[in-house]
């Protein structure tokens, strides 16, 4: 795998973030703009920083290089925390990482557990039958979740891990990070269909002005992605300006 190029150009870096979030959140980037500027560079950075670490640990041309997998992870690890204890990042993410170091600390301990979970999926063995395979649809419903808490946390800290918060992150980065690999059949049948389901004035503890207007927006998009007749299709430009309008004046 090549390195990437060094760039410490901060405006750069954060137009490098916005780019690798839009592409990655698909129809729920439009959520993004109903944070503040600021909120929504530091969700954009750390979304553009778990997608590059699950990269190497989801990464269809690595299948049974495990040691690659991991020496990949453990590269990406050893270069996030020097960054961040003020040695100078070169790649660009790790530049946008270590400048929202500098405006609030990032929680080092949920850093450290999406680390730690892109090592388990790295090393999870692939299905051999179709029984596996409903075990990994399963397992890749939890991961969501499970990456949903890790990464609101990294955004808010600790003190958001109530059961709403979790659902309003989840579908908004953990899905979109995931949705390649589930089924839309099997997220109309997973918790991702209970989530849509919660009030719509649901309350995030401990988040940012704007956020449960983001929330709002993935779960109507989820919703609109789940509906039979959308067979999981990308949403138009016209629906996601429609679901947006609905989170701002609704």
């Not at 850093?111 to 299905?127: H, K, N, T």
Request: hydrophobic share 45%.
């Amino acid at each position: 795998m090549r390195e990437p190029l060094d760039d410490a150009d901060p405006h750069r870096a954060e137009r490098l973030c916005a780019e690798v979030t839009r592409d990655a959140l698909g129809d729920f980037a439009p959520a993004l703009l109903l944070l503040s500027a600021d909120r929504r560079r530091r969700a954009q950075v750390l979304t553009a920083w778990t997608v590059a670490l699950f990269d190497f640990a989801l990464r269809p041309g690595l299948a049974g290089l495990d040691g690659d997998r991991l020496a990949q992870i453990n590269a990406w690890e050893f270069r996030t925390e020097e960054a961040l204890d003020g040695s100078p990042p070169g790649q660009p993410i790790f530049v946008a990482m270590a400048r929202e170091e500098i405006a609030s600390p990032w929680p080092r301990e949920a850093l450290d557990e999406i680390v730690a979970m892109s090592r388990r999926w790295a090393l999870a063995p692939e299905p051999a039958n179709q029984a596996d395979n409903d075990d990994k649809d399963d397992a890749d419903l939890e991961r969501a979740v499970e990456l949903g808490r890790a990464l609101c946390s990294a955004l808010f800290g600790a003190e958001c891990l109530d059961a709403p918060a979790t659902r309003s992150v989840a579908p908004l980065v953990g899905i979109a990070i995931l949705q390649a690999q589930i089924p839309p059949g099997v997220l109309a049948q997973g918790s991702p269909a209970a989530w849509i389901e919660e009030s719509e004035a649901i309350r995030v503890t401990g988040a940012p002005p704007g956020w449960r207007r983001a929330a709002s927006y993935a779960r109507r998009a989820l919703r609109a992605r789940l509906r039979p007749s959308s067979s999981g299709a990308k949403l138009g430009l016209a629906t996601r300006l429609r679901l947006l309008a609905l989170s701002i004046f609704r």
